[in-house]
């Protein structure tokens, strides 16, 4: 594992290589090495041993897909702002045709382009695309609290106790839906608007917070991730590099 061989990408150590391809946080790979759950091509590794993304990984008996390009991305650090409209999925391929995010991109600089948190077909607003695993893994895990904000369109006239109900929060099936900040926007047509904020990005969290309360969401879309906001100027379907 520790040798380099000519003409191949240089070998890292393993809780490095395999942070910035996504599979994990450096801290969590290092626990899996420690417990002796992680093998390098049928060996099990230890911490300061190094490999190579060519190599084979099997967590637990089972292979971890690790992609070359993806792995080495993380050397030249790119983010990606994306309008997402509805009817896409954030999905690179969908078994029932619909289009997808990804047919929309451009190429990154290298590696290739890993999504920030999803967004469900029906919602639209905010994704950011990165060519580095780790930054995907920091910006997307629970422990890290990255601030959403959505706009969100339901159904009716609800009545002032929806926000505090929504600020005390609501037990779902996985898990308490803590939203930090709920602003009433205003109603038009039979619909009422709220702006709201979370720290966690759970599957369609928002719509089953809002639908456990008996109100159906309508419209819904991200306005905003941790510091990166939705332009104004960016139109769905358009995606822009952000500067270094």
Do not use: C
Not at 39 to 62: I, M, P
Not at 113 to 137: I, P, Q
Not at 208 to 229: D, H, N, Q
């Amino acid at each position: 594992m520790n040798d380099q061989v000519s003409g191949e990408r240089p070998s890292e150590r393993i809780q490095k290589l395999l942070a910035a391809a996504g599979v994990g946080s450096r801290r969590g790979i290092e626990e899996w090495i420690r417990a002796g759950r992680l093998t390098v091509n049928g060996q099990v590794v230890k911490l300061g041993d190094r490999a190579r993304a060519t190599d084979h990984f099997e967590l637990d008996g089972k292979p971890l897909q690790v992609e070359p390009d993806a792995a080495a991305g993380a050397a030249n650090t790119t983010i990606l702002m994306y309008h997402k409209p509805v009817g896409e999925v954030t999905t690179r391929h969908d078994p029932q045709g619909r289009p997808t995010v990804f047919e929309r991109l451009p190429a990154p600089p290298s590696g290739r382009w890993v999504v920030v948190g999803r967004l469900d077909t029906n919602t639209s607003g905010l994704l950011l695309f990165t060519n580095d695993g780790a930054l995907a893994h920091r910006l997307m895990h629970p422990s890290f609290e990255v601030e959403r904000r959505y706009l969100v369109r339901v159904r009716g006239t609800p009545g002032p106790d929806l926000v505090s109900q929504l600020l005390k929060g609501v037990m779902l099936e996985d898990g308490l839906a803590q939203f930090s900040l709920v602003e009433p926007q205003g109603r038009s047509e039979g619909h009422s608007w709220y702006q709201v904020t979370l720290h966690e990005g759970r599957n369609r969290e928002v719509r089953r917070a809002f639908e456990a309360l008996g109100y159906e969401v309508s419209r819904l879309k991200r306005l905003s991730y941790g510091p990166y906001v939705l332009p104004d100027d960016l139109g769905p379907g358009a995606a822009r590099l952000l500067p270094p």
